[in-house]
């Protein structure tokens, strides 16, 4: 690990003016790369002290050797020239979105002298025009198939093409109409290339005009009494119009537009582009990176602008480019328009969108982006190859004999001090088992004190572990041990039953080879604290603090790092997630029940199932305050004891009921005096 100091430029030698800088290591391999409006600013923020740097920052700096750097004009060189480095060298510390599939364009190759419709994947090809992408090969050919009645362009590969020319007979589609047949004659190489480009006219959005055409044409054939043209046309239209409605009009004013969202984590970033043309969505594609690099919600914006748009010019660039973020910056929103100005060769309005169509469909791309995130987090998670390299990831950097097959993770949770609850998730072989997930409330104190709780749950949770072993007989005590145990309480215990159906541990009776805690020093400390008074050595703790995702362990005052890229370090996150969604979750249901009582919640030995058999059967708290003790009794499994009980209580929780003037019948106050309205 080099140490950044030994590599720093000297004070001055670095000019104050925008450019572009690259980071290499000590086998000069560029392994970052970066711009700035001040060189002289933004270099000088990577030679701080380590310990204020970003992790996924400090990790780059202490990886690199040098550092050097090109001078630039303006900013939108060095947009330019940081976009081709990046292709150039591959960094592996720049955010590089990878494309979750291959998506297929519909092509039209008006480069060839008989232009071609085909369904097209990988780079752009220079003379091609395209439409899309789209998300399925399948959709394209079913468009394709509606519109050859219009637009009978060809479709065939060069060799059937040469095959058909030689022995003079055109391909099934030429004989069928769906195509003009080129190949022999039929049309001449300047209206086979007219019907090219009035169908890229169409799938371009400008659909009216031949909307229109072909309704005029059927009109005139009906009219001369030409039925089985006017029929053919009307069929023409019909598939026209079914070819419009695979893409259904989301923008009303036929908007050509790109809407870029973005969906995050910690780890991993996912972007989604939805192309719309004539106001129609011609094309989506999505993109997922790694967050190897220290980058806003704007910066990965400004990279998905790089790669979607760098290697296109022309109308491949839409006059609108709708994102959700834009730079902090108003210069680094500037250069992002003029180089995209450029590209297009006319102005390009980039922006956020505030209100209306725009917006209502930017959160239709949103809701893409954060769905397109978790499959691919699901994809990634059921992966057995991935999970078992997490799992040697985390026993290396922990130093753990054997990768940790049982993970289990704790987490505190209270709201404002109040219904202070913990979690407890399990994860076995990298998967969560959700049916092993305990939950538990903090009995021994009142109010919030995370390190305490940590502690108490931990000893709860490793004492009945202990408890139930002693059971099986697998682990014994001295019996001045065995006297202890007995005189503290117990309060969670469990049935002597301690095997499942499948014969497996019930519930605590099952140590993890990991235990993970949601925070910091002070939180593994406490779990540590409480498996060294059980007597337990065999656990290894370690904790994740959400800020930086360092993974703490006992007894040490450095964290251990594990790299942004790491699925070690992916996989402990996904554990600290779950257990923080379960016990919030927890949490809140708890605080719910509490803001809903009832007078019958007081009533000793009177649980939840008889409560709602008393509700269902008198329909409300009101009518069964006034039904007798008999009437209490009829109630399915009420013995009278409960029904006297129910009784007292509704009666001392009933309002007191209103004095009312004999004379009068009005209603009086508690001071004597009439109520009046």
């Not at 789209?134 to 590969?157: K, N, Q």
């Not at 940790?404 to 979690?423: K, M, N, T």
Request: glycine residues 6%; aromatic residues 6%.
């Amino acid at each position: 690990m080099a140490d950044p100091s030994s590599y720093r430029p000297k004070p001055g030698q670095i000019p104050d003016s925008p450019g572009v800088y690259k980071f290499r290591d000590d086998h000069r391999r560029v392994i970052y790369v970066g711009k700035a409006k001040s060189l002289r600013q933004r270099l000088a923020s990577y030679f701080q002290d380590l310990a204020g740097l970003h992790p996924r920052t400090r990790t780059m700096v202490t990886t690199a050797a040098s550092v050097e750097w090109t001078v630039v004009s303006t900013e939108v060189e060095a947009l330019q020239l940081e976009y081709s480095w990046i292709k150039e060298f591959d960094p592996r510390f720049n955010v590089k979105y990878r494309d979750d599939k291959s998506y297929p364009s519909l092509a039209v190759t008006l480069n060839e002298e008989f232009p071609r419709v085909q369904v097209m994947r990988g780079a752009k090809k220079k003379g091609v025009r395209y439409f899309g992408p789209y998300g399925h090969a399948w959709a394209i050919r079913e468009t394709v198939d509606l519109m050859l009645r219009v637009f009978p362009v060809r479709t065939c590969s060069a060799g059937v093409f040469k095959n058909a020319a030689r022995t003079g007979r055109p391909c099934l589609l030429g004989y069928i109409g769906k195509c003009s047949a080129p190949c022999v004659g039929r049309v001449t190489p300047q209206e086979h290339r007219e019907l090219a480009e009035d169908f890229c006219d169409f799938m371009a959005g400008r659909t009216g005009t031949y909307i229109r055409r072909l309704e005029r044409r059927m009109t005139e054939a009906a009219e001369e009494m030409e039925y089985e043209k006017a029929a053919r046309l009307r069929d023409d239209i019909g598939a026209l119009r079914r070819a419009m409605e695979k893409n259904a009009v989301v923008l009303a004013d036929a908007t050509d537009a790109d809407l870029i969202a973005v969906a995050e984590d910690e780890l991993e970033a996912a972007v989604q582009i939805f192309h719309v043309r004539g106001g129609r969505v011609r094309g989506q594609r999505g993109w997922v990176t790694d967050k190897v690099e220290a980058v806003s919600t704007a910066g990965l914006v400004e990279h998905a602008l790089q790669q979607l748009y760098g290697e296109e010019r022309g109308d491949a660039v839409p006059k609108e480019v709708l994102v959700p973020a834009l730079p902090a910056d108003p210069a680094g929103t500037e250069a992002l328009t003029e180089w995209l100005s450029e590209r297009r060769g006319a102005q390009v309005s980039l922006r956020i969108p505030q209100r209306g169509d725009k917006k209502d469909l930017m959160a239709t791309v949103g809701r893409n982006a954060q769905q397109s995130l978790a499959l691919h987090k699901t994809k990634r998670a059921s992966d057995l190859t991935t999970r078992s390299r997490a799992l040697e990831e985390i026993s290396e950097a922990l130093g753990l004999d054997s990768a940790p097959l049982r993970v289990e993770c704790y987490d505190i949770s209270h709201f404002q001090g109040d219904d202070v609850v913990a979690s407890m998730v399990v994860f076995e072989d990298g998967l969560a088992r959700k049916s092993e997930y305990r939950r538990f409330q903090i009995k021994t104190f009142e109010g919030q004190d995370d390190v305490r709780s940590m502690h108490e749950v931990i000893t709860r949770r490793f004492r009945r572990y202990l408890l139930e072993k002693e059971k099986t007989g697998e682990w014994s005590e001295q019996p001045e041990q065995q006297s202890e145990r007995r005189s503290e309480p117990q309060p969670d215990q469990q049935p002597e039953l301690l095997t499942e159906d499948d014969g497996r541990p019930k519930r605590f009776a099952y140590p993890p080879q990991l235990l993970v805690v949601d925070g910091g020093q002070p939180q593994v400390a406490a779990a540590k604290r409480a498996l060294d008074e059980l007597g337990i050595d065999d656990v290894a703790v370690c904790g994740l603090a959400k800020r930086l995702e360092e993974v703490w362990l006992p007894d040490e005052s450095d964290p251990v790092v594990l790299p942004r890229s790491s699925e070690g370090l992916y996989l402990l996150q996904r554990v600290r997630d779950e257990a923080h969604r379960f016990a919030i979750t927890y949490q809140r249901a708890k605080r719910a029940k509490r803001v809903r009582t009832s007078p019958l919640d007081d009533v000793a030995g009177l649980g939840e199932s008889r409560k709602q058999a008393l509700i269902k059967h008198f329909g409300s708290v009101k009518r069964l305050r006034q039904a007798t003790i008999d009437q209490i009794c009829e109630v399915p499994g009420v013995g009278r004891k409960t029904a006297e009980s129910v009784a007292v209580a509704l009666a001392a929780a009933a309002p007191a009921a209103p004095a009312v003037n004999t004379a009068t019948g009005e209603i009086m106050e508690d001071n004597g005096g009439t109520a009046h309205d």
